[in-house]
């Protein structure tokens, strides 16, 4: 890096790329001075730069070639906010082949490619930062693996995606339908470009793997893990869930340490009111992490939107300019994945929700096959309708995912149930 000047370019210029131009507009001078030597945004590289992004920017910084940037050795440090994996990824090991520090927010490409992105910037010595790519602006990554590595972690638990936490929040405080909230967050820019990502639990298991190679050592690609989004969850299961049994619907990336392996898991989970994790509402993220000499930590912050997460993206082109020659383990890339607990071998306590026709035996029949498949009932609750039909809602004690799944499928096949039943796992 240049002893005198500090020059960034920028790789894609959509919402959050106009975000960190939007800093550099407000805040250049008090970058400068913390770095002691001006910080300039010297290129911005995008196929469309004719779009108006709602910020202002200078012209002559705008170029449609990536190489303006990649090849520029003026340039110190490369923001890659294309996002997804190609070509972003040529871009980010072109950029670190060619000597420069890169910035990314993009989780999917590095929880795909862990191995051989940690591996370029190694052989390159150069740094590679992406505290953006989890909780959008909160602080997570480099707590977790610098403050904190003192620790063995027994949990990581994280509400870790904005438009599902929004779309979950509305649905429970305005009795919102889903598909009214999704276009708002898709609005807000916070939804990912193709927002099954956010819905089906897929951006939350991309940020849960980083995490779990950072809390735990171990890199999990997300096929050998269940991941379960939140499209099941009716508006009618919220509100029971919320005035009958005082829980909150969030969508949950669990990591934890057990004797049979690691657990690691994403799906919406219920969680008592008075958890930590049931306030953190709208697009806001929190990561709760349990460390076994620091005890329960709560990151919490904006999780997605523009401003937030280029907060971070800046944030970490700061940390490389004060640091740029700090050695940052993440610990041994290993291919190999070792004990990872099956889903069905997991604990949990469960909510379940069966639409039944309402006639006699029925409750009965469906407590027997629960009870055949070792599963306690904790509560009952029936609500009849004008017709012949009933929701049962049943919350279970503690019991085993493959019983639960199995006495499910026994249910289902009941004539009297007409819809497949809804489960939902509850953290305790
Ligand atoms: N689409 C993501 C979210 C953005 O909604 O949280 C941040 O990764």
Known sequence: MSKNEVNIGLIGFGTIGAGVVEIFNKNQEILSKKCGKPVNLKKVADLDIE????????????????????????????????????????????????????????????????????????????????????????????????????????GI????????????????????????????????????????????????????????????????????????????????????????????AKLLGIAKQTEEGLEIRVHPTFIPEDHLLASVNDVFNAIYLIGDFVGPVMLYGQGAGRMATASAVVGDCLDIVFNENKRISYGPVDSQVKSIKRMGDVVSKYYLSINTLDEPGVLETITGILNKNEISVESINQKTSESNEVKIIIVTHEANEENIQKAIEKIDELQEVKEKSNLIRILE
Not at 92 to 110: D, F, P, Q, R, Y
Not at 136 to 145: C, D
Not at 208 to 225: A, C, D, N, R, S
Request: hydrophobic share 40%; net charge negative.
């Open 157 to 248: 638990y994280g509400i870790m995606n904005g438009t599902a936490n929004y779309i979950l929040t509305k649905m429970s405080e305005e009795g919102s339908k889903f598909e009214d909230v999704l276009k708002e967050a898709q609005k807000m820019g916070y939804a990912e470009a193709d927002p099954t990502f956010d819905i089906e639990g897929h951006d939350t298991a991309q940020k849960l793997i980083v995490l779990t190679k950072l809390g735990f050592g171990e890199y999990v690609p997300q096929e050998k893990f269940h991941v379960e989004g939140i499209t099941k969850i009716t508006p009618e299961d919220i509100e029971f869930a919320k005035n009958e049994l005082k829980y909150s």
């Open 51 to 154: 779009s108006d992004r709602g910020v202002k920017i200078d012209q002559s910084i705008l170029t449609t070639d990536v190489n303006d940037v990649l090849e520029n050795d003026d340039i110190d440090i490369v923001i890659e906010l294309v996002g997804g994996y190609e070509p972003a990824k040529t871009f980010v090991l072109k950029a670190m082949e060619n000597g420069k520090h890169v910035v990314s927010a993009n989780k999917a490409l590095i929880a795909k490619h862990w191995k051989e992105l940690i591996d370029v910037a190694d052989k390159n010595n150069v740094r590679f930062s992406f505290e953006a790519s989890v909780g959008g602006g909160i602080p997570v990554l480099q707590p977790l693996n610098e403050c904190l590595s003192a620790n063995r972690f027994e």
